[in-house]
């Protein structure tokens, strides 16, 4: 079992950053690829970015493409997202997720990732 918990969400004024934190324990991530992703009350949840397991490849929605940032950290079994330029459109609770290696063609699709975070509310005023 991995157990994932999210931080560093908040109210931010248009245009400012924010960067949310996923600690990991129970496991180290090495084996994972790991995800962002954000849901807005009564929509589906939305693929926002990932990283591989050893942090040189990632992917991007077209939406945050230029303007987040995804890394980790394996020693400190933690991922991030830096959010930069933030929009009123980008508000959603941000989950983190952790999908098994060898599953990258299914990156976008929610039902491969094994282990989810909670969320971390994020709100962008305009």
């Known amino acids: 079992q991995v157990q994932l918990v999210e931080s560093g969400g908040g109210l931010v004024q248009a245009g400012g950053s924010l960067r949310l934190s996923c600690a990991a324990s129970?496991?180290?991530?090495?084996?994972?690829?790991m995800g962002w992703f954000r849901q807005v009350p009564g929509k589906e949840r939305d693929f926002v970015a990932i990283i591989n397991w050893s942090g040189d490849i990632t992917d991007y929605a077209d939406s945050v493409k230029g303007r987040f940032t995804i890394s980790r950290d394996n020693a400190k079994n933690t991922v991030y997202l830096q959010m930069n330029s933030l929009k009123p459109e980008d508000t959603a609770v941000y989950h983190c997720a952790a999908q098994s290696s060898g599953r990258w063609f299914w990156r976008k699709s929610t039902e491969r990732y094994d282990y989810w975070g909670q969320g971390t509310q994020v709100t962008v005023s305009s």
């Open positions: 129970g496991r180290t991530l090495t084996n994972y690829d």
